[in-house]
Each structure stands twice: as C-alpha cells, then as structure tokens.
C-alpha cells in the first residue's frame, strides 16, 4: 500500500537550516507530483511547496519562497524540502502528500490529493 514516511524535522534557531525528507513507496513515484504541506498549532492547513513528477516545475507559497528549495530523487522514490533562513513561523507539523492522479502538473488543492504522510514536526525557536 502507499506510504509516506517524512523525517528531519527537529528544533532549529532562526536564520539556521534544515532539510526534511520523505520516502515514498507502494506507488509508480516517478509518475507523480509531489507536495509539501504544514499545519502550525491553532491554524490551518499551508500548501508550502510542489514539484512535477520530472522536477522540471517546481511551486513554492510566499511565505516560503526564496528560502526553501523542494528537489526529488525519483531512483530513491523520496522528495526533499531544504529549509533556509528558518523564521519562528515556519515552526508547524509538516507533511508530504501525494496526488490521486499520475502527471507532471502540480495540484494545489486538498482535493486533489489522497495520501498524506504523518509528519515530521519542525520548531524554529532560540
């Protein structure tokens, strides 16, 4: 069955980095989109970013733009998300999500998507 598992969420000082992953499996990965989603305490759900199936396009949220990078390894069926410039704002739960349908364009809408991973829990405070 499909899964997808993050990690690398940890506590990071503001201005410092980090890189989450997610591993992906029980699906052709490489025919794919794939997003990165967060949901901080008491608020609701942020696309952050997508990437095409053949990571040609790539979508990132204003918030984030500029400071994290979305990449994929589609011989390692896992989509990395580099997180620069770390503000206390990015602190929230995030998770990986996978398309219901094959293609290279990027759905932004939650509808869109039918497996979520669990998360992996990113807190950016001094």
Request: charged share 15%.
């Amino acid at each position: 069955q499909v899964q997808l598992v993050e990690s690398g969420g940890d506590l990071a000082q503001p201005g410092g980095s980090l890189r989450l992953s997610c591993a992906a499996s029980g699906f052709t990965f490489s025919s794919y989109a794939m997003s990165w989603a967060r949901q901080a305490p008491g608020k609701g759900h942020e696309w952050v970013s997508g990437i095409s199936s053949d990571g040609s396009d790539t979508y990132y949220a204003a918030t984030v733009k500029g400071r994290f990078t979305i990449s994929r390894g589609n011989a390692k069926n896992t989509v990395y998300l580099q997180m620069n410039s770390l503000k206390p704002e990015d602190t929230a739960l995030y998770y990986c999500a996978k398309p219901k349908r094959a293609g290279n364009g990027i759905p932004q809408a939650s509808y869109q998507y039918d497996y979520w991973g669990q998360g992996t829990q990113v807190t950016v405070s001094s």
